[in-house]
């Protein structure tokens, strides 16, 4: 039976919330709905980025201190004036909506000690709303000692069916942390995080210059890139295990560029991301024929173009270019993912998260 979904995502990037409906029966996609966005405003932006700060600490995960209750609550709200806003603007009625997957916004991600943290109040949600919400997706994978991401994968081999190309294909999500989706036929699906995405660019784009972030890569374009320095990174032992393997946002903070231009600081961290996205070819079982870029990276043409010469001569493809709504894919796959949690389906495999077995997930807040 298809469902009519409503996917929530805020992401590591600290942007906003995108929005997107899909109906899909968890396995196949029948259509695609319209997608929407609440950008945070600044005040919420840099309380987030307190809150990142304050959850390193925390002493379990469902513990709420200080700042990080304000921020829950600031995450739900919004999200709540997300789905508002998106429901009056394209005349949708709740009850035509059957659950909403709300991924919340991620604030600890540490597998090695068991602990994913979403922040993000479902229940208040789900009245503030009128839906049903599922939320927690990760905990169930963490507790059983899986890395608990990337989770997108299942939604990537989805939309991949519909193209016909020849594999393997790789779908890189560049958000402030990127990661791949490996899919060679029906059944390899092999996924883990490659290292920093757009998080160590926004963070020094806003330090330097006090932008969010570097708009189409045009900054690191005027710059040139530490190779040297790149190299240097490249040899952390995250980059040469094999996947699955996941990452917090804050994994790479400690990597600090000396005093340089800041164009050039800008095009060496765009292409430290690019260099770490290839770094995952000689993991894989075989070198993929085709890429496809989706999340923020996409927009960056800087990126774009570093990521072109470092993966020929496989295709390098912007998900927009094969009709993909990019920004809005890791909406989409938690719309995706609570219609497989309503089915009892599998969120998560071994070889996507390192779970010991296919894993259900995802908890149900009712209004």
């Not at 307190?50 to 304000?70: E, H, S």
């Not at 899919?183 to 996924?191: F, K, R, S, V």
């Not at 990019?326 to 998260?353: H, N, V, W």
Request: net charge neutral; aromatic share 6%; proline share 7%.
């Amino acid at each position: 039976m298809m469902l009519t979904a409503l996917g929530l995502m805020s992401g590591t990037s600290l942007d906003g919330v995108d929005v997107a409906l899909i109906e899909t029966d968890g396995r196949q996609i029948k259509s695609f709905g319209p997608s929407g966005y609440r950008p945070y405003t600044d005040g919420e932006r840099s309380l987030l980025r307190q809150a990142l700060i304050a959850a390193v600490n925390l002493p379990q995960r469902d513990a709420r201190p200080g700042i990080l209750r304000q921020a829950e609550q600031v995450v739900t709200i919004a999200h709540a004036e997300a789905v508002a806003a998106f429901i009056a603007q394209h005349r949708i009625s709740c009850q035509d909506v059957d659950i909403v997957g709300f991924h919340g916004q991620t604030v600890l991600h540490r597998p090695e000690r068991r602990m994913t943290v979403q922040i993000g109040d479902a229940a208040a949600l789900a009245k503030a709303i009128h839906i049903p919400v599922m939320h927690d997706f990760r905990a169930a994978d963490v507790e059983a000692g899986g890395q608990g991401a990337p989770f997108v994968p299942v939604y990537h081999r989805a939309l991949a069916q519909s193209l016909n190309r020849e594999g393997p294909i790789v779908v890189v999500n560049i958000g402030g942390v990127s990661n791949i989706t490996y899919i060679d036929g029906a059944d390899t699906l092999i996924a883990c995080d490659t290292g920093p995405g757009n998080a160590l660019l926004d963070d020094f784009m806003y330090r330097e210059m006090h932008q969010p972030f570097d708009t189409e890569g045009r900054f690191a374009a005027q710059g040139r890139p530490d190779e040297a320095w790149i190299a240097q990174a490249l040899k952390l032992p995250f980059f040469s295990a094999p996947p699955p393997k996941s990452l917090d946002r804050n994994d790479f903070a400690s990597l600090r560029l000396g005093g340089v231009a800041p164009a050039d600081g800008a095009a060496t961290l765009t292409a430290f991301t690019a260099a770490a996205i290839a770094r995952i070819v000689p993991l894989l079982p075989k070198r993929p024929r085709n890429w496809i870029v989706a999340g923020g990276g996409a927009s960056n043409l800087t990126m774009l173009r570093m990521l072109r010469e470092r993966l020929a001569p496989a295709t390098v493809d912007a998900a927009e270019s094969l009709g993909w709504a990019s920004d809005a894919i890791e909406a989409q796959a938690f719309g995706f993912l609570a219609a497989r949690g309503l089915k009892g389906l599998p969120l998560s495999y071994p070889a996507t998260t390192g779970v010991p077995l296919p894993m259900t997930g995802g908890i149900i807040a009712r209004p």
